[in-house]
């Protein structure tokens, strides 16, 4: 996997979740970042927002997460059914702000979820603090970033997982941590579109996404079977082998299905 420079850009505006769903509603198939600022404006929808900040919230937030590899993953999010409810919908946006900000998905990955595992009540903002202070001492950012601008990112980590559900209120010494439960919606999302995107049965298997939402590869291989038992794909694994039948073609056609079961 090719190394993605640590950037500020969760500054846009953390998760997001309220401009992104109202801006994945406004955006059509072709329309370009700067069309839909247009519309946006036009339309009135941000009465709260200055014409600059929005156009920072497209341009450093919603498009890199979501008008990627010709806006992927806004076509597949208009396609899943409007029933949705607010969790699955919220994983996947996480998913998408992780895949666009590597310091949002590191942190999940090499921090969160070793303390979620180890039992920990609470992550601090000296763990975010940490975190970034030895990212920058391994050339991880863009540039090397002053003292200010650590302590604003180790804010902006802890404040993107509280958007996403990862943690919740401020308590003495930190935020809490929530429990998580991974949604089968999210799982048979993933798993197919990993799979759309040209990866073999055991590369979608042992993918890192599945680590950012809690999954090493055995728990992701029940997730699979848990999948195969509602008859969206078949799975056959021994010895270390696993191969997946797919049932669906493409990632509408999945989308379509999940909105009549």
């Keep these: 996997m090719t190394f993605q420079a640590y950037t500020t850009k969760l500054q846009a505006g953390l998760g997001l979740i ?14 370009s970042s700067r069309t839909l600022l ?3 404006l036009d339309k009135g929808d941000f009465p709260t927002m200055t014409a600059r ?18 806006a992927r993953p806004a076509v597949v999010l ?4 409007h029933s949705l409810s607010e969790g699955p919908r919220k994983q996947l946006y996480f998913l998408f702000t992780s895949r666009a900000n590597s ?12 303390q979620y595992t180890a039992g920990a009540m609470t992550l601090t903002k000296i763990d975010a603090l940490n975190f970034v202070e030895d990212a920058v001492a391994d050339g991880k950012t863009t540039t090397p970033w002053s003292e200010s601008t650590r302590t604003r990112v180790s804010s902006y980590l802890l404040g993107a997982c509280a958007d996403f559900g990862l943690l919740g209120r401020i308590e003495a010494g930190g935020r809490k941590i929530e429990s998580f439960r991974l949604s089968s919606v999210v799982a048979n999302f993933l798993a197919h579109e990993l799979h759309f995107r040209g990866l073999g049965d055991s590369a979608v298997l042992n993918h890192p996404d599945w680590h950012l939402l809690g999954l090493g590869p055995e728990d992701t291989l029940a997730e699979l079977k848990q999948i195969a038992m509602r008859g969206e794909i078949i799975v056959q694994s021994a010895a270390g082998l696993v191969q997946i039948s797919w049932k669906h073609k493409n990632m509408e056609e999945l989308a379509n299905a999940l909105t009549y079961s």
Excluded: C, H
Excluded at 18 to 31: A, K, Y
Excluded at 53 to 70: C, K, M
């Design 38 to 40: 247009d519309l946006a």
């Design 103 to 114: 310091i949002l998905a590191d942190f999940v990955r090499d921090i969160y979820w070793p």
């Design 78 to 81: 208009k396609s899943m059914p």
């Design 53 to 70: 900040r929005l156009r920072n919230v497209i341009s450093e937030g919603f498009a890199p997460r979501y008008l990627v590899n010709d």
């Design 18 to 31: 309220p401009e992104t769903e109202r801006l994945l509603q406004l955006w059509e198939p072709g329309m």
